[in-house]
């Protein structure tokens, strides 16, 4: 069994890293706090990495802080490095990859169907709704007590991966888990507002923006939005800000596909995709431009002119619109 192999694995090391993609989200940031506290309770030296800083929505979590960013080079002490919520290994971030690149002891913790399966131990469930599900199941097999902290960072990660357990990954035995997470010290009243009613003002401005200019094509089946590089200097806005404008633009009635592109500083651009229809893979139209996900919610980046890569993906994207 899987979850007693990794278990042996942590028995056996002391120094314990834990890392999750760039750009962290609530699932990539609360998996990485929970694994870390629980192991920190199990007597381990555990050091949390991220390429990218904790998104300031997250940071009230209990221990958010000792996520730091990436050491300079790999320290010697660390003997087992633990990857979450990260489907491949190039999403962990062009420094990581470099840092911990030829590590010996690596353990992949994901629910990405489309997970490569890099790490010497792979725990992956496709299926799972979330990283934070994956490592509540884990973390209860091998008896580990759920404290408030940990209750608080995995119902972060399952909440905010399911979009508040509406998208159909949610199963009873999700909500049987978040239930269990409530009993363990989840203030639910308290969580949900930190986490989705303190937006801040940058990123609201952003949402308008988003509606003043998208696009709904396609017979009102796909909505999309570009932000050019400069549009993004002029309004001042970072990367915390562009996060889940996707999730704006597939709420317009009707429609079932919708893409978000955003010109990033490094020359390349940012896809982020979503279905309604399940009968439309966004998992298999980005595949087919180097990116990955899930199903419903799916993602790329890609080098090149945002002009050039939004013709080519969004006909990708009308072709399979037009055969279903
Ligand atoms: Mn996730």
């Not at 694995?9 to 609360?30: E, K, N």
Request: aromatic fraction near 6%.
């Amino acid at each position: 069994m899987i979850y007693d192999t990794i278990l042996s694995l942590v028995q056996q090391y002391h120094h314990i890293g834990i890392i999750s993609h760039f750009r962290p989200d609530g699932d990539a940031t609360g998996s990485t706090l929970a694994l870390g506290l629980a192991l920190e309770n199990m007597g381990k030296a555990v050091s949390m990495w991220n390429e990218d800083a904790v998104p300031a929505r997250y940071a009230f979590l209990e221990g958010s802080d000792k996520i730091s960013s990436l050491p300079e080079v790999t320290p010697p002490e660390l003997e087992l490095l633990i990857c979450v919520d990260t489907g491949d290994w190039k999403r962990l971030g062009d420094r990581a990859t470099v840092l911990f690149a030829g590590f010996p002891r690596i353990i992949n913790i994901d629910h990405h169907g489309t997970n490569t399966c890099y790490g010497h131990e792979n725990l992956v469930e496709g299926d799972s709704a979330a990283c934070g599900f994956v490592l509540y199941n884990m973390l209860r097999h091998w008896g580990c007590e759920i404290t408030p902290a940990i209750a608080n960072a995995l119902y972060t990660a399952i909440s905010t991966d399911t979009g508040s357990f509406q998208y159909s990954s949610t199963t009873p035995e999700l909500m049987q888990a978040a239930a269990a997470l409530l009993a363990a010290g989840v203030d639910v009243g308290d969580i949900n507002r930190r986490i989705y009613q303190e937006i801040p003002l940058s990123t609201l401005m952003v949402n308008r923006e988003v509606l003043n200019h998208m696009v709904v094509e396609c017979n009102g089946m796909l909505s999309h939005y570009s932000m050019p590089a400069g549009r993004k200097a002029e309004l001042g806005i970072g990367p915390e800000d562009t996060k889940d404008l996707v999730d704006i633009i597939r709420t317009v009635q009707g429609v079932r596909v919708s893409v978000i592109f955003e010109d990033l500083e490094d020359g390349r651009i940012r896809m982020s995709l979503r279905s309604k229809d399940p009968q439309i893979s966004v998992a298999d139209i980005a595949s087919q431009f180097g990116g990955g996900g899930h199903a419903m919610a799916a993602g790329i980046r890609m080098k090149g002119e945002l002009e050039d890569v939004r013709t080519r993906v969004l006909a990708a994207i009308r072709e399979q619109l037009n055969t279903k």
